[in-house]
């Protein structure tokens, strides 16, 4: 993994995105349903009439707007994430902001709450940022400035903690609400309207904009703090951006699709291997890996068992699983 | 990691979390311990299955009934009966302390059905499934309590209403109707619909609709919105528990419905939902379940001189 100069890298970054846009583009053609493409595009028949076009429009378009929103953003959460603990098997979910988000996704659930902009999405945001306000007070509150060590058993703790909360809520809740809880966790991309995405995108506009700058700084992190210290980087800025801005765009992903598992490892892993490890190729091309992968994964989970949609964190997991093992064999 | 262990628990407790509406084929049978002889008509019965509860309070046998699950609501006399937990946490210490001398058991509770056996106590073990075991269950509950008479008048009263029922419908055109039994609150996301097998499907069939999800061959599947404009249903039923859903969440919840305009039952504005546990619980009010159903789908054959269709 000798890290590749800049300049040989970017036709991989720019293959990654080509990737991108090919399962944007291709996913709304696939589905469960044949739908002629004459009359998605046929201007002469009042949309309100046209069944085609409104699966094409309203369910798959959506839909792979989403997947491409979540995989990319989870992603590029996980570089961000493996860079800031410098430890290669950290996920978007290792500090308790997916367990937040589902947490707050149960309570919306199980006590039918109503929030503006529909339901379970906002709840489970509120639960992200209540879990990223404490992970972040903890590590800060013993030590001045800020610890990763003590943000990762913070993170870890707090997880566990939310668990358990996740679990008295489900055990509150009746069988149904339960059953759908559940499934919840399992994620969903099926959006239904552009409300969630929009929801979630200024925080993710934010945190990229975040990543963007924090290409260089992770780079010289991962020498060691004191390493990037040396040469000039204001260590506690940079591992607190990193913190927040990865955070906020993990709940914001979690709030669109749930937590979808292992896409924030394994395209981080896959796309090192291909570019090496300077993240300023590693973070765009994760991200534009990331949306296509998870795009392409929601794209079987609808079609592989159609009518009957199979749960797009079970198509991530049972590709992400082995690949995981692989990794953690191939490390020791 | 929590993914795959989220993922197994799913797959492990699924099936029985959702059982109240959903799964599985059908049993009810009664099987006791080959030593134990049981009473001709059992005084102390524990119920953990609300349908079943409400057949014995119905047939007459509510006098019998000292333990309910803490889902009976129905009839109200059910409510005063000690609460012995459900599903997936029966309390079998408060049961046993009841003496029960006959325990009405759902089918995959395996744990709490193999301690019963060890405890002696008799069990009649249940699972919901079509229509017509509706029926068949009271009949064979009947001759069990030792109430066959009035459980055999129950179930044929049951079945010449819902026969009745059936006939005001019949002839008439069926509207291609999509059973909604849950979704997510406030959104049009998780929506789950019954399919082509249990009392759902069957209700509503013998209502005069035609299940949008009959060739599915399961209780329930989740439906993405795709599915849902290709099946382009007529209507769009709606099925919730009471409680959460009051009158002003309903008016509120069927709005979401427009983000769909190209189905027909939202350009038709036939979009109902009905927060009614008669259309939820497969017991001896099924035959007023369907009849609302069948209101709902033909509300001109239930007008006066509404008869022929």
């Not at chain 2, 409400?54 to 009966?81: K, N």
């Not at chain 2, 055109?173 to 406030?186: K, Q």
Request: with cysteine.
């Amino acid at each position: 993994m000798t890290p590749l100069p800049l300049r040989r890298g970017l036709p991989l970054v720019a293959a990654c995105f080509l990737a991108m846009l090919a399962a944007v583009l291709a996913a709304p053609f696939l589905g469960s349903t044949p739908i002629a493409l004459g009359r998605v595009f046929d201007r002469g028949i009042p949309f309100a009439d046209n069944v085609d076009a409104q699966i094409f429009f309203i369910a798959r378009l959506p839909r792979a707007a989403a997947a491409a929103l979540v995989g990319g953003t989870l992603a590029a959460a996980g570089v961000v994430f493996q860079g800031l603990l410098r430890n290669p098997l950290a996920t978007p979910y290792t500090l308790g902001v997916s367990a937040g988000a589902s947490l707050g996704a149960m309570v919306a659930i199980t006590f039918n709450l109503m929030l503006p902009l529909g339901g379970v999405a906002p709840a489970s945001l509120l639960g992200a940022l209540l879990a990223v306000m404490v992970v972040y007070g903890l590590s800060t509150v013993r030590h001045r400035g800020f610890s990763t060590t003590v943000l990762l058993l913070a993170g870890v703790t707090l997880n566990a903690f939310f668990s358990a909360l996740i679990l008295f809520v489900q055990f509150i809740g009746d069988f149904a609400q339960t059953y759908r809880a559940l499934r919840w966790l399992m994620g969903d991309l099926d959006v239904a309207d552009y409300t969630p995405i929009l929801t979630a995108l200024p925080l993710v506009a934010a945190a990229f904009a975040v990543f963007a700058w924090l290409a260089r700084p992770l780079n010289l992190l991962s020498m060691g703090a004191d390493a990037a210290a040396t040469r000039g980087i204001d260590v506690g800025r940079a591992e607190r951006l990193a913190f927040f801005g990865a955070s906020l765009a993990t709940g914001a992903a979690v709030s669109v699709g749930g937590p979808i598992g292992f896409i924030g490892i394994i395209v981080p892993h896959l796309v090192r291997l291909l570019v090496g490890s300077d993240h300023r190729l590693v973070l765009p091309a994760s991200t534009f890996f990331g949306a296509a992968f998870l795009v392409a994964c929601d794209a079987v989970a609808r079609i592989v068992l159609a009518p009957i949609e199979l749960p797009v964190g079970i198509v991530t997991a049972v590709i992400g699983g082995p690949f995981f093992l692989w990794l953690l064999v191939r490390k020791r | 990691m929590k993914a795959i262990l989220c993922l197994v628990a799913c797959v492990a407790i699924g099936p029985h979390v959702i059982a109240p509406y959903v799964i599985a084929p059908y049993v009810a049978r009664d099987f006791s311990p080959a030593s134990f002889q049981a009473p001709r008509r059992p005084q102390r019965i524990v119920s953990l299955v609300p349908a079943v509860t409400e057949m014995l309070f119905a047939m007459g046998a509510g006098d019998q009934v000292v333990g309910v699950s803490s889902y009976d609501r129905h009839p109200p006399e059910a409510r005063t009966r000690t609460r012995l937990g459900a599903l997936v946490d029966p309390d079998v210490e408060r049961m046993l302390a009841l003496k029960p001398d006959l325990a009405v058991v759902y089918g995959t509770q395996s744990d709490l059905i193999s301690r019963l056996e060890r405890a002696g106590v008799p069990m009649f073990s249940y699972e919901h499934a079509g229509l017509p075991d509706i029926t068949a269950t009271i009949r064979r509950l009947g001759a069990r309590v030792g109430r066959a008479d009035e459980a055999g008048r129950l179930a044929s009263r049951i079945e010449r209403d819902i026969e009745a029922i059936g006939s005001r419908v019949g002839g008439r055109l069926r509207p291609r109707t999509a059973l909604i039994i849950g979704r997510e609150p406030g959104a049009l996301r998780g929506i789950y619909a019954s399919a082509g097998l249990g009392f759902l499907h069957d209700m509503l069939e013998t209502a005069g609709g035609e299940d949008a999800f009959a060739d599915v061959g399961r209780q329930n599947l989740q439906v993405s919105i795709e599915v849902l404009l290709a099946r382009a249903p007529d209507v769009i039923l709606e099925m919730h528990p009471p409680e959460a859903w009051t009158p002003e969440r309903i008016a509120r919840e069927r709005t979401l419905w427009r983000a769909l305009p190209a189905l027909p039952a939202v350009r038709n504005d036939r979009v109902y939902i009905l927060a009614d546990d008669v259309v939820l619980v497969p017991g001896p009010r099924v035959a007023q379940g369907i009849r609302l159903i069948a209101e709902t789908l033909h509300p001109a054959a239930f007008r006066a001189g509404g008869r022929t269709p």
